[in-house]
Every structure is written in C-alpha cells, then in structure tokens.
C-alpha cells in the first residue's frame, strides 16, 4: 500500500481527528494508518496535531509532516513541528474562549479563514 500511495500521488493529507487515545493504544484502524503514514516517501499535510503526536508539549511521534495546519490555535505540541509550512485555520474562536485561555487571535486578510505563520 505505501508504494501504491508514493506512486500514485503528491501528498497525504494526515486528518484522523480526536483518535489520540486509540494511535497511542494501537487500536485500529488508526494503528495501521499511522503505520502506513511512517513509511510514505510523499509530503504529508497533517491537521491540527499530527496522527501519533500528543496534543500536550510530550514527545512528537513517528511522522514527520511537511505542512502542519492547526485549528483555531496551534496546540503546544506545534512548538515541536519541523516541517516546511505551518498554517493556522479557523478565525471563528469566540472571544469568551481567547480570554479563557489566553489566544491572541492571528491577523487574517480580508475575509481569508487561512493564514501563514
């Protein structure tokens, strides 16, 4: 399957949201994903935290992705990432939650929802 992957396209995109608990506990079928995502020779672009990470500042995982776009506020563990781009997505955090957890919202262009960092 990787080689399939690596040949037939130009980039993965790593969007297994809110499975933390079952990458780190090997469940499937988030386990074979993860497996399959060391192993691709192809830029992945991972959303919010890449698949295997933790959200806290604890270890990064086995992938390394080439783009990281985080969600509403890059997480901690996005002090970790090394790739090429790291984007943030998402003016839509409620003022009342950027004061509870201290976000200073990003300056998005015009009406973009997508901004470089």
């Known amino acids: 399957q990787v080689q399939l992957i690596n040949d037939a396209y130009n980039a993965v995109v ?3 949201l ?3 608990a079952e990458v780190a506990e090997g469940t499937e079928p988030c386990a074979a994903i993860l497996a399959t995502l060391k192993h691709v020779r192809i830029p992945i672009v991972s959303l919010d935290v890449p698949s295997g990470w933790t959200a806290e500042a604890g ?3 086995d992938i390394s992705p080439d783009v990281l776009v985080s ?3 890059p997480k901690e563990v996005a ?3 090394q790739g090429r781009r790291h984007f943030l997505a998402g003016r839509f955090v409620p003022e009342e939650l950027q ?3 201290g976000i200073s ?3 998005y262009p ?3 929802c997508v901004v470089a960092l």
Do not use: C, I, M, T
């Open 14 to 16: 790593d969007a297994v």
């Open 18 to 20: 809110g499975a933390e």
């Open 59 to 61: 270890g990064s995982g």
């Open 71 to 73: 969600l509403a506020a």
């Open 79 to 81: 002090r970790r990432f």
């Open 99 to 101: 004061r509870k957890f």
């Open 105 to 107: 919202p990003a300056e």
């Open 110 to 112: 015009g009406s973009d």
